[in-house]
């Protein structure tokens, strides 16, 4: 291990999206300096628009940032709607259970009275804007126009420094890359492997005056709908604004026309839209879509969060959740590293429960593009991923998977144990001592009863 207890040199974060914002957030928040550095300057555009709900409770747990959240007007997403599988019958999941019985009977305007849960479908240029500023108040030296270019390491694989384009070398004590898609650590030590099955290309555009799907869901939900050239997403994100993208194998890079021309073919409710200028664009934007991840998350003093550790097809739409989470771990990781003056549990605690969580989404993902499956073995699939007992039903295995919930409680798990060491250091009580007391008075009682 390379730091020690007094340390003064900060944790460097690489990378100012959702992953370094929140983990720049967790640990300021707790006295640990920490220096955050944004190659550009927020806001900037990003693809990965539609959230989920368990990503909300996380934002506002670590930066208090729910009201700010609702106050922008994005989308409310009450679940998704899917033409895929064996029949071209929509289906659709609902965060809330209490839905999957009254939907059909209520009104838009009940739905949107009611407190159903629900995740919001966001302008990423101005969400990760706000995550930033966030972080920016509580403390983290986050800097903008800040590319880290290069990285030091020691002999034992320590990374010393980070060097900025101006040459300018920072120390570090420890370093998260959340770099997203540019891998700055994976691809500097050749961890970063591709999912040959998993590689498509994103092609999409911003629309306004597009409509909704029939009934009370209208704009509050995300649409996915195979086509025999990939699959599309129908996202609205505000009360007028609409992302509609195409995911495709090989590397045709669809443009504005046809990709609205493959749209309306498919019955997106694209009619009577139009283009819309976003971020200064009016024309189809790309984005290469590979699925991989790095052969290890975490080093001597450094960390991979969000896409700079991996990255799923996002069919599931679960890329910021993980990000948001796993910077939260990350931070939570070196929290404890700091607190026990020993890097090496915490850090493969870290890389293990990533590593499930990414496995946990490949898997889905790769079950999902078998595309003659039936609906019902998607959620029979997320059954096996979740313990027995956890939920009711495999539909709300599926639901509790890809809402984020099951990851996010085990996040809380993690942040809560940290917590109760934390004050039994601040007493000065030995936490086993007091454990094997509470289990000894337990089991004294069981015997009695
Ligand atoms: C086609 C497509 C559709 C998607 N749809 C969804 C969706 O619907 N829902 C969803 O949740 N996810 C979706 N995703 C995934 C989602 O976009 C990502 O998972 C998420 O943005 C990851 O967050 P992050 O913080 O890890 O990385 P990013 O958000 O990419 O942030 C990384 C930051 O690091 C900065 N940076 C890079 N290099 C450096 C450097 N050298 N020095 C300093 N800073 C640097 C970048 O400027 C950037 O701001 C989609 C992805 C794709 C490709």
New binding site residues.
Partial sequence: MTESGDDARPVVI????????VCAAVLARQGVPCLL????RHP?H???????PA?LDLLELHLGVRDAIESQGYAHKYGAVYVWGESQEPWSILFDERLEESIDTMSEEELLAGDYERAVQVD?ASF?ALLFDAALHTGVDARQE????NLHFADDGAITAVELADGQRLPCRFVVD?????C?VGHRLRWVRTSPDLRSV?S?VYLEGAGGLPGPLGRHV?YVHSVPEGWL?F?PIGADLTSV?L?TRGSRRWDAEALLQLGERAGLPIADARLAEVHGQRTARH???WSFHCERFAGPNFLL????AC?VD?IL???????VRS?ANAALAILEAVRSGEAAGPFEAYEAAQRRDFRAYLRMARYWYGNNRSVGGFFWEAQQEVPAGAVSTPLRAFVYLTSGRYAADKHLKIFQEWQEKKMFDALGVDRGKVRRALDDRDGDASRRS
């Fill in positions: 690489i990378g100012g999206g959702p992953a370094g914002s550095l944004e190659k550009g900037r990003h693809v990965g628009e539609s959230l989920q990503t990423r990760d800040q590319a880290v270019t959340c770099s997203g898609q540019r700055l994103a999409y995300q997403w996202i993208g995911v984005a290469r879509d969060a969000g896409d700079a990255f996002p739409s679960g890329g910021v959740d993980f990000a910077g």
